[in-house]
């Protein structure tokens, strides 16, 4: 499901698998039929170039999938707690190793 702003652009995206839903703001439409773009605006516009901005500086576009995928992560978990998040993070990346896991790996 992808959720846009009536802009051209986004006009192939109903020929992809995806479902597309348009919201007009060019007709001060901000919701129909309960879909927004509030959530997505305020990542892009505000997370995503606050965190490249202040962390980053700049970025390459090389690696931008990377940044991107940093950004949604501390997105999705910004409500935690930092050593939840943290624990996540290293079950996500490397799973759960016990000791003898971590032995055999040294």
Do not use: P
């Amino acid at each position: 499901m992808v959720y846009t702003d009536e802009l051209n652009s986004y006009n192939r995206l109903d020929t992809t698998k995806y479902t597309h839903k348009v919201v007009n703001h060019g007709r001060n439409e901000y919701v129909k039929d309960g879909d927004f773009t509030n959530t997505i605006e305020g990542f892009w516009g505000v997370f995503l170039k606050r965190m490249i901005k202040g962390c980053y500086h700049f970025i390459s576009t090389k690696y931008i999938q990377r940044y991107i995928d940093e950004a949604v992560y501390r997105y999705n978990t910004r409500k935690m707690f930092g050593c939840d998040c943290f624990k996540q993070m290293f079950t996500k990346s490397i799973g759960v190793m016990d000791y003898k896991m971590i032995k055999n790996v040294a």
